[in-house]
């Protein structure tokens, strides 16, 4: 009883919507009126039976035009459509009795009345209207006595009852999908956003929004792919029975996602390795798969409803999945949910650039600070070395020259570092810098580092060169110092894409840690080479770690 009044209560206080009400007054006043004519300029209206609805369809005629008149010259407010309906229910449904042995066109008002009802009140309104209906007929006829003085009375009454749930039933489809619709953009528009911090490998955690997504529009999953300007990966994040998975493969991991024909088109289909599917309104079988067949069985993909959103710095695709049946309605929510995406991604991608300006600017002072204070320590350092080797015997002097070795080398990696800050599209040759660094490595680190190149004629960003002397020192370094190594093997292929390095020593391996490890149980159980893996994220590179009691094998990939 409780929830009938609150019903009834927020149906007398709804929210005003002129468009809706200027339709009702302008159709009630245009039947009232229509009505009126056809019965005063019919050839029967001598008939007495016409008399008290010539008299109702003026009285309601009157009243229409006054409430068009009032709904101009008063302020529009809320609180009056349901007394207003309550009034146009009891005139036609008095109307309909009289009219019942009349004309069949008294249909029309029925069809009028549940408008109204659909239009203020969804699926509540037609439900409601079509029972006062259903009831106010029984009623009058009951109270009348209709059923023992006219052997036709229940028939008629039957086949207006059946009228009414029919027409009834529909608005109430009609209503409860626009309802739906209204709470799906409401719901929508209470879109939670990703964490405004990325992770260590810069991925962005978008299980909030996709979970929101798959909550509000009832689906099992929601699959997002995207790329970002100037970055060769593909990322994909997916939502499914709860569980969030976020990946990063190479761009041309899935070839086309999409067939070419299809790039900038929303569409829906119930099974992709149909090529049936539909868009704007029409059904359409593809000449060829309408997904690509490596993302086919990447995701399991059947169901789909898909649409693309581009930015400036992203573009992908949004898919919602695996549901039973597509309507238009559903490819115009995809297209807002993608338009969301797209402001999300574009977000997170400025956040990206900014992290990127900070840490310039925090690099260029830390530039500055290196430059006038650590290198010229180290360069005096040196000369007071140098002096010191006039007084010094042989094996001092070996010593001596050693000790300077080094500080000439932290110089160098020094100045390049000063470079770095500098734009440079300088290319190296791959195999003279890495013959470079393992000589150096080697010396320092007193053990054996036999090295390939393939291509051997491969060459290499001066910035990532440098960052190849880092990765190599700090893992040269581990091998030896933990792994008590005497032998550590390089190897390097180059594609125009990707640099992979494998790094194998010969050394005890990581104690109780034996397996093949990827970034995912790296970070999860927090350990292995955390240098390697922070400066390896920076670049957007990835590293498997591999150990046994023969040694440990590290696997970097980075993008070239």
């Keep these: 009883m409780a929830a009938l009044t609150e019903e009834l209560y927020f149906a007398g206080h709804k929210l005003f919507d002129l468009q809706v009400e200027r339709l009702i007054v302008l159709l009630r006043v245009t039947l009232a009126a229509f009505a009126l004519a056809a019965f005063v ?38 609180g009056w459509q349901l007394p207003l309906h309550l009034v146009d229910t009891g005139i036609i449904a008095l109307l309909l009795f009289f009219l019942e042995t009349i004309s069949s066109t008294s249909f029309l008002l029925y069809t009028f009345l549940l408008l109204g009802a659909t239009v203020r009140w969804n699926w509540r309104g037609a439900l409601w209207t079509a029972g006062s209906l259903l009831s106010f007929e029984l009623i009058t006829a009951l109270a009348l006595g209709t059923f023992a003085s006219d052997p036709n009375a229940l028939i008629n009454t039957s086949i207006q009852g059946a009228f009414i749930l029919v027409v009834g ?30 992770t260590l490998n810069h991925s962005i955690p978008l299980n909030a929004p996709l979970a929101h997504i798959a909550r509000v529009l009832q689906l099992p999953r929601v699959l997002a792919l995207w790329t970002l300007s100037d970055e060769p990966f593909l990322y994909a994040a997916l939502w499914a029975s709860g569980k969030y998975r976020y990946d990063r493969k190479p ?23 149909s090529n049936e599917f539909f ?6 079988t593809h000449s060829s798969p309408l997904l690509s067949e490596s993302l086919q069985r990447e995701f399991q993909l059947k169901s789909v409803a898909t649409a693309p959103f581009t930015s400036t710095h992203c573009a992908g695709r949004i898919f919602l999945l695996d549901k039973p049946n597509w309507g238009d309605d559903d490819l115009t929510l995809i297209e807002i949910v993608a338009s969301l995406m797209a402001v999300e991604l574009e977000q997170y991608a400025l956040r990206l650039q900014l ?13 500055r600070d290196l430059h006038d204070g650590v290198l010229q320590d180290l360069t005096a350092a040196g000369l007071q070395l140098k002096a010191a080797t006039a007084h010094a015997g042989e094996k001092a002097k070996m010593i001596i020259n050693d000790v300077l070795q080094l500080l000439f080398e932290e110089q160098r990696r020094i100045r390049l570092f000063l470079e770095d800050q500098r734009p440079s599209d300088e290319r190296l040759s791959l195999s ?56 550590v093997d390089v190897t390097v292929k180059k594609s125009a894409e990707y640099m992979q390095l494998w790094i194998r020593d010969n050394g005890h391996g990581v104690e ?15 350990w292995g080479p955390s240098s390697l893996r922070s400066r390896i994220a920076e670049l957007n590179g990835s590293l498997v770690l591999s150990s046994s009691p023969e040694g440990v094998e590290l696997r970097v990939d980075l993008p070239g």
Excluded at 279 to 284: L, N
């Design 512 to 526: 109780e840690r034996n397996g093949v490890y990827g970034e995912a149980e790296l970070a999860a159980e927090n």
């Design 355 to 367: 992290a990127d300006t900070v840490a310039i600017n925090e690099r260029n002072r830390l530039a």
């Design 279 to 284: 868009s704007t309104g029409s059904v359409i």
């Design 251 to 273: 761009a041309t991991a899935f070839g086309d996602w999409i067939t070419p024909a299809l790039t900038e088109v929303t569409f829906a289909s119930l099974d992709v390795t």
């Design 432 to 487: 003279r810098e890495l013959q470079r660094l393992v000589e150096q490595n080697a010396r320092k680190w007193g053990c054996q580092i036999p090295y390939s190149v393939s291509p051997e004629d491969s060459t290499i960003r001066r910035k990532l060169a440098q960052q190849l002397d880092f990765i190599l020192a700090e893992a040269i370094a581990n091998a030896v110092r933990h792994g008590r190594a005497s032998r």
């Design 169 to 198: 039933g529909m608005f109430a489809f009609f209503g409860a999908a626009r309802e739906r619709n209204q709470r799906c953009l409401i719901e929508l528009a209470a879109w939670p956003g990703a964490a405004g911090e990325t």
């Design 41 to 78: 300029l019919s050839p029967g209206q001598e008939d007495p039976t016409t008399t008290p609805v010539v008299a109702i369809l003026s009285a309601y005629t009157i009243f229409g035009i006054l409430v068009a008149l009032i709904s101009v010259a008063v302020p529009a407010r809320t």
